[in-house]
C-alpha cells in the first residue's frame, strides 16, 4: 500500500513539475490542432482561415504515460489444452498497481501548397512493438490551385479529397478514441469495446455545405498487401450527416456511417487494425497463453468479431449545450459469409466540462456490446463503466483518472477463459500532446 501511494505521488511531482517549452509551431491550412483546440474536432472544417505562404512543416507528437491499478478474475477451475494435449488452467494473471510502458508519438504536417498538405505520425514507442514505425499518412486536398490558379474553385469550396495509407473515415468515434499517444481528445482512458479503427490504403472525397455532411471512399480493407492474386478485396465505406453550431450555446450533429467489404481476400482489419496495442496492460491474460499456442494478446480487452468479410453500420449522435456534452455510438456489424452471425454495440458518454475555457472535466461512459458468432450460435455479452475526471494544465497536457468496471457474460462464453470473466479498477493517464 505504501508503494502505490509513494508511486501516485511520484506521477503527481512529474505532472505538475513538467515544463514544457514549444517553438513557435507554424498555421497549417484545413488542420485539426493537436492540442485542447482540436476537442471535439471532426472532419476538418471547409473555413480558409490561414493565408497560404509558401511550404510549412509542422512538427508535433504526443507522450502518454498512465498508473494501472486494475484487479481481474473469471470462473474457478477453468481448464484449456494446450499444443501437446495437454489440460492447462486458464487463471487470470494476478495484476499490481504499477506504472505501464508510456507510448509516444511523433508528427509531421507539411503544408506543399495552397490548399494541399500532408500528415504522416509514426510510433515511437507503443505496447505492440519496441521498435519505431510508421503509423500511416495521406495527402489532402482542399483546393486545386496548384493544378492551374482558380482551378474547380467553385467545387472545392466544398469538396476535400483525401488520399493515402492511414486511418479510414468510419464512424465518429474513431475522432474521440485515444491513438496510442494521441490520448488527449478520449475523455476516458479506454476506447470503445468493438474498437472501429483501421489504417488501409484508401481514398475518399467529403462533400461538406451549410453543416450537411456526404463521404464516400474506397479501400482493399488490407493492413498489409501484395499485389498478387488472392489480395483483390474491396471495400466501400461512406458517411451522411448533419453538423451545425445552432446558438452560441448549442451545436448539434449526427452522422451514419456505412462499412462494407466483399469476400474477395480483404482480411476486414476495421476492429483489429490498431497495431499499437489496446489501453490496459495483462488484462484478459491467463497464466496458460503461453502453452496453448498463442501468447497474450496485446490488443484484449478490445473486441473483434473475427468476421473474414462483413457490413458495419454506426450511428453516432452528438450534442453540447454550454459545458455539457452527449456523444453516443449504436453500431452493428454483420457477417458476410454463410455462417452468419453478427455483433451490436452501443454506447453513450456524457461529459460536463466547466472552469476557465472548460479544462475541467467529468464524465461517465457506458459501452455494452453482444451478438452471436455464428447464426443459432450462442449469445455473448459484454458491459463496460467508465467514470472520468480529467483536467488540462495547458491547452498541451492533460491529466485524467478513470475507474473501469468490466463484465463478459453469455453461453458464448462457456469454456472458454472468459467464461465469468471481469475486471474493474483505476487508470491515471497523464497526455502531452502539441
Do not use: C
Not at 56 to 81: C, E, H, I, P, Y
Not at 169 to 183: E, K, L, V
Not at 329 to 343: I, L, P, Q, R
Not at 363 to 381: I, P
Request: aromatic fraction near 14%; avoid cysteine.
Amino acid at each position: 500500500m505504501k508503494n502505490s501511494i509513494f508511486k501516485l505521488m511520484l506521477i503527481g511531482v512529474m505532472l505538475f513539475g513538467t515544463v514544457a517549452v514549444y517553438a513557435q509551431l507554424p498555421s497549417i491550412q484545413y488542420y485539426r490542432y493537436n492540442d485542447l483546440r482540436g476537442w471535439n474536432v471532426f472532419e476538418t472544417s471547409k473555413e480558409d482561415t490561414v493565408k497560404y505562404d509558401g511550404f510549412k512543416v509542422r512538427v508535433g507528437g504526443g507522450f502518454a504515460m498512465q498508473f494501472q491499478g486494475l484487479s481481474q478474475s473469471n470462473d474457478n477451475g477453468l481448464t484449456g489444452t494446450d499444443n501437446g494435449g495437454n489440460t492447462v488452467p486458464l487463471d487470470f494473471v494476478d495484476l499490481d498497481n504499477n506504472m505501464t510502458l508510456p507510448t509516444a508519438n511523433l508528427n509531421f504536417d507539411v503544408q506543399l501548397e495552397d490548399g494541399l498538405r500532408m500528415h504522416l505520425r509514426t510510433y515511437l514507442s507503443s505496447r505492440h512493438h519496441p521498435e519505431a514505425y510508421v503509423k500511416g499518412g495521406y495527402m489532402q486536398i482542399d483546393k486545386l490551385d496548384f493544378v492551374s490558379p482558380g482551378f474547380l474553385s467553385g467545387l472545392m469550396e466544398k469538396v476535400t479529397i483525401r488520399v493515402g495509407m492511414d486511418e479510414i473515415n468510419y464512424g465518429d468515434a474513431h475522432f474521440r478514441r485515444s491513438d496510442n499517444a494521441r490520448a488527449l481528445f478520449n475523455p476516458f482512458v479506454g476506447n470503445y469495446i468493438m474498437d472501429g479503427f483501421t489504417t488501409e490504403p484508401f481514398i475518399e472525397f467529403r462533400y461538406l455545405s451549410n453543416g450537411f455532411i456526404g463521404m464516400l471512399g474506397i479501400t482493399n480493407g488490407r493492413l498489409n498487401q501484395e499485389p498478387v492474386p488472392g489480395d483483390d478485396g474491396r471495400v466501400i465505406f461512406g458517411k451522411l450527416g448533419y453538423d451545425k453550431q445552432m446558438n452560441d450555446d448549442l451545436r448539434f450533429r449526427i452522422t451514419g456511417s456505412f462499412y462494407n467489404s466483399s469476400d474477395g481476400s480483404t482480411r476486414d482489419y476495421l476492429y483489429g487494425g490498431d497495431r499499437a496495442g489496446a489501453r490496459y496492460y495483462s488484462v484478459l491474460h491467463t497464466i496458460s497463453d503461453g502453452s496453448i499456442g498463442r501468447g497474450p494478446s496485446d490488443f484484449e480487452p478490445r473486441w473483434n468479431p473475427g468476421f473474414s468479410s462483413h457490413t458495419a453500420i454506426m450511428v453516432n449522435p452528438f450534442v453540447k449545450f454550454n459545458g455539457l456534452e452527449f456523444f453516443g455510438v449504436y453500431e452493428t456489424t454483420s457477417n458476410g459469409g454463410d455462417t452468419g452471425g453478427g455483433y451490436d454495440q452501443i454506447a453513450a458518454d456524457v461529459i460536463y466540462r466547466f472552469g476557465e475555457s472548460e479544462r475541467v472535466f467529468v464524465g461517465a461512459r457506458y459501452n455494452a456490446v453482444s451478438g452471436e458468432a455464428a447464426d443459432g450460435a450462442a449469445t455473448r455479452e459484454i458491459d463496460r463503466t467508465h467514470l472520468g475526471f480529467g483536467y488540462f494544465m495547458t491547452k498541451n497536457v492533460m491529466m485524467k483518472t478513470e475507474y473501469v468496471t468490466s463484465k463478459y457474460s453469455g453461453d458464448g462464453f462457456t469454456g472458454t477463459k472468459l467464461q465469468g470473466a471481469e475486471f474493474s479498477g483505476v487508470v491515471i493517464e497523464a497526455v502531452i500532446q502539441f
